[in-house]
């Protein structure tokens, strides 16, 4: 059975996905919406059984939702969560015949056990549900024996003699006269929408809508395999009788009607890439042509593009801006150069020259050129931009416009407002000096404090000692024995814990730094407070 999950609130989505036992529960997938606008889409495309609904959401409501679902005559039961324990509330969700009524914070145990009494429910209603279930198993089933075949043929994992025999073994039709070619898919939100649609959902709506597409030109979908972020490929084959051609394939526009009516459901960019027909053991060289179309023309969307037609673009990559972006890096001028920067790619994507060796090339230039001016001021970038946001910033940057986009902006606003703070030399010099406070009792390097700051080691113990007037060994030093006074005047531990306490396993070296800074042994400043405190004067003298 399906299950359909609606609330606003990410954190909670991703609460209920980790702690609810789907499988216990009789559930087989589960989608997920952040609206009634997402889910009323989803219950369009995907049958669904239950619902776990928020009640209250931006805009329309779980109530309105499920009113909605009630006035189309879907046959499900539902699950109503709210942060509000209101009267009115029960009374409405009563009314739409809920299977429960959870507050929030959410109890998992009784939603997983509402999950489980609402599947129960939905097989009570049909007594058919059984059969239904089991073929729908079996379907499934097939579906991932399907794609995992054609997944480990287009990697190369089947040999081209043992198609026949493979897909024999796996109970699988894939003959070796059979043709098939490949569809690639590849979707970006634009900035244009805030539903986010998730992996299975579209792997379900391109599965099926492009089988009913196909159906009259007796084209099958094989399998549609997921490949990285928003992209997807299609493996579809000719049915026995099937006369269509690649010709005949662009005259009737099906895969043209198909990217319109997705861009319309899904409001998304679609860019489709179509591959040549051949026999099955010619689809791995075809994917890998199909890839190459798509990585020279990251520029285009809303096309679908034939490889039997397709030249490659002879654009170089020539950059003529990177002084004008030098200087005003150098200047500290981040919205100019970020949109000077902007320009340029929209320059090139309206002449449609973005392709991924272009975008490697742009992305080479302004790392090295912003991780120049970080080392001239001598901040670690490669520290910076450590992080696994980074990174994933990076690698998108190679995407497309969008990508590249994020990573001029993220390199560039990062590296100013870093070197701003640092010329604060104060902010640096507390950042340090909090962490000292902190974990005095631990060994601290100066390379340690240099990586936490993003800095030169030697450089930043020159920005230290500038603010504060001794070295960071000093301060360490000074901190260890204003906490080493503190507790041999204000507990009875042994010295030698006190040395480990503050930080020196070594009690000799803990002896000989104590009186080096202070005069006195350790012992010997413990007789001299206790004295003092005896007699009446002021232990603070001591200290």
């Known amino acids: 059975m399906n299950l359909l999950l609606v609330d606003d609130e990410e954190y909670v989505v991703r609460s209920i996905m980790k702690h609810v036992d789907w499988e216990a529960c009789g559930i087989e997938e589960v989608y997920t919406a952040s609206s009634m606008k997402?889910?009323?889409?989803?219950?369009?495309?995907?049958?669904?059984?239950?619902?776990?609904?928020?009640?209250?959401?931006p805009e329309e409501s779980g109530f309105d939702f499920i009113e909605w679902v009630r006035g189309q005559k879907f046959e499900v039961q539902v699950i109503f969560l709210?942060?509000?324990?209101?009267?009115?509330?029960?009374?409405?969700?009563?009314?739409?015949?809920?299977?429960?009524?959870?507050?929030?914070?959410?109890?998992?145990?009784?939603?997983?056990?509402?999950?489980?009494?609402?599947?129960?429910?939905?097989?009570?209603a049909r007594n058919y549900e059984n059969f239904r279930s089991q073929s729908r198993h079996w379907?499934?089933?097939?579906?991932?024996?399907?794609?995992?075949?054609w997944a480990e043929l287009l990697r190369g994992n089947i040999p081209a003699c043992d198609l026949a025999g493979e897909a024999q073994r796996r109970q699988l039709n894939c003959r070796q006269e059979d043709t098939f070619f490949i569809l690639y898919f590849s979707f970006h939100d634009g900035k244009k929408s805030a539903e986010l649609w998730d992996e299975k959902t579209l792997n379900f709506v391109?599965?099926?809508?492009?089988?009913?597409?196909?159906?009259?030109?007796?084209?099958?979908?094989?399998?549609?395999?997921?490949?990285?972020?928003?992209?997807?490929?299609?493996?579809?084959?000719?049915?026995?009788?099937?006369?269509?051609d690649e010709e005949e394939l662009k005259n009737r526009e099906v895969f043209e009607q198909f990217t319109r009516w997705m861009e319309e459901k899904i409001r998304m960019d679609v860019w489709c890439g179509v591959g040549t027909i051949g026999r099955a053991d010619t689809l791995q060289a075809s994917l890998a042509l199909v890839r190459g179309m798509?990585?020279?023309?990251?520029?285009?969307?809303?096309?679908?593009?034939?490889?039997?037609?397709?030249?490659?673009?002879?654009?170089?990559?020539?950059n003529s801006r990177l002084d004008v972006w030098n200087a005003l890096l150098a200047q500290g001028k981040e919205q100019e150069l970020i949109a000077d920067m902007e320009d340029y790619l929209e320059e090139m994507e309206s002449s449609e020259m973005i392709t991924r060796e272009i975008l490697k090339a742009f992305r080479m230039d302004i790392t090295q050129m912003v991780y120049s001016w970080l080392s001239e001021r001598e901040i670690k970038a490669h520290l910076l931009f450590s992080g696994k946001e980074d990174e994933s910033v990076y690698q998108n940057a190679l995407q497309g416009m969008y990508g590249a986009k994020a990573y001029l902006r993220?390199?560039?606003?990062?590296?100013?407002?870093?070197?701003?703070?640092?010329?604060?030399?104060?902010?640096?010099?507390?950042?340090?000096?909090?962490?000292?406070?902190?974990?005095?009792?631990?060994?601290?390097?100066?390379?340690?404090?240099?990586e936490m700051v993003y800095l030169n080691t030697d450089y930043m113990s020159r920005i230290f000692k500038k603010e504060t007037g001794i070295s960071i060994s000093s301060y360490?030093?000074?901190?260890?024995?204003?906490?080493?006074?503190?507790?041999?005047?204000?507990?009875?531990?042994p010295i030698?814990?006190?040395?480990?306490?503050?930080?020196?396993?070594?009690?000799?070296?803990?002896?000989?730094?104590?009186?080096?800074?202070?005069?006195y042994s350790p012992l010997e400043y413990r007789r001299k407070f206790k004295k003092q405190k005896r007699d009446g004067g002021d232990p603070q003298n001591v200290l």
């Not at 997402?38 to 959401?57: G, S, T, Y």
């Not at 209101?86 to 739409?96: E, G, K, M, N, V």
């Not at 962490?435 to 390379?447: A, L, P, S, T």
């Not at 024995?481 to 204000?490: G, P, Y």
């Open 38 to 57: 997402q889910a009323v889409k989803i219950m369009e495309l995907v049958p669904v059984d239950v619902i776990i609904c928020d009640i209250v959401m």
């Open 206 to 244: 391109l599965r099926n809508v492009l089988a009913e597409l196909l159906a009259d030109l007796k084209i099958r979908v094989e399998a549609v395999i997921t490949e990285g972020r928003g992209s997807y490929i299609a493996v579809c084959g000719k049915e026995d009788g099937c006369t269509c």
């Open 139 to 149: 379907r499934q089933n097939q579906i991932l024996l399907q794609r995992d075949f």
């Open 82 to 124: 709210t942060s509000y324990a209101q009267f009115d509330y029960a009374r409405r969700a009563i009314s739409l015949n809920s299977v429960d009524y959870l507050l929030k914070p959410i109890d998992y145990p009784k939603l997983q056990q509402a999950v489980a009494t609402a599947r129960e429910r939905a097989c009570e």
């Open 410 to 450: 993220s390199l560039v606003t990062q590296a100013l407002r870093y070197e701003s703070y640092i010329n604060k030399t104060e902010s640096v010099t507390e950042q340090i000096r909090q962490y000292i406070d902190q974990h005095y009792r631990e060994d601290i390097r100066r390379d340690d404090l240099g």
């Open 476 to 493: 360490i030093i000074g901190k260890r024995v204003e906490e080493a006074k503190k507790l041999l005047a204000q507990s009875s531990l």
């Open 294 to 318: 798509r990585d020279n023309t990251l520029s285009v969307w809303h096309r679908v593009l034939y490889l039997s037609d397709f030249e490659h673009p002879k654009s170089a990559y020539q």
């Open 496 to 519: 030698n814990s006190v040395s480990i306490s503050v930080g020196y396993s070594n009690f000799s070296y803990f002896t000989k730094m104590f009186r080096e800074n202070t005069g």
